[in-house]
């Protein structure tokens, strides 16, 4: 029983024990109100067991939360960043190259928002190695 319900049911005693007469129009109106607060302490109690039960799910929402973070973050370490500069506003820009197209000749700065010309280092040796780049412009 919570502090609110014990308050009620207190009160609910007094008007007993003062023999609070309900058939005179004070009476009638001190036993409604006594009703009302007892519905209203009834209906705090639903919110607090509702609450409770919003809490345990939060935590086990929480839980899982950390377990991805966890799992993201550990991927996230594993990704290599390349720094490039952009030529025109000289801000530095971590690119994950693994993420570009190989094909792709340019990035967008998001600084400046300038095209900036993609240079990609071929690991073979020969003209018909068959990675698509053109070793001539290399």
């Known amino acids: ?25 004070e009476g009638k109106l001190l036993t409604a109100i006594i009703d009302v607060l007892d519905d209203i302490s009834l209906a ?32 996230e370490d594993e990704i290599e960043f390349e720094e490039i500069e952009c030529p025109y506003c000289g801000e530095e820009i971590e690119v994950d190259l693994d993420l570009i197209d190989e094909d792709a000749e340019a990035i967008e700065c998001p600084h400046c928002h300038q095209k900036i010309e993609l240079e990609w280092d071929c690991d073979c040796d020969g003209d018909e190695c068959g990675c698509g780049h053109d070793h001539d412009k290399e």
């Open 1 to 25: 029983m919570s502090y609110i319900s014990e308050r009620v049911a207190f009160i609910k005693g007094l008007a007993e024990g003062m023999k609070v007469d309900d058939t005179t129009n």
């Open 44 to 75: 705090i109690e639903d919110v607090e067991e509702i609450q409770d039960e919003m809490s345990e799910q939060v935590d086990g929402i929480d839980e899982d939360l950390a377990e991805l973070e966890k799992i993201v973050y550990e991927a």
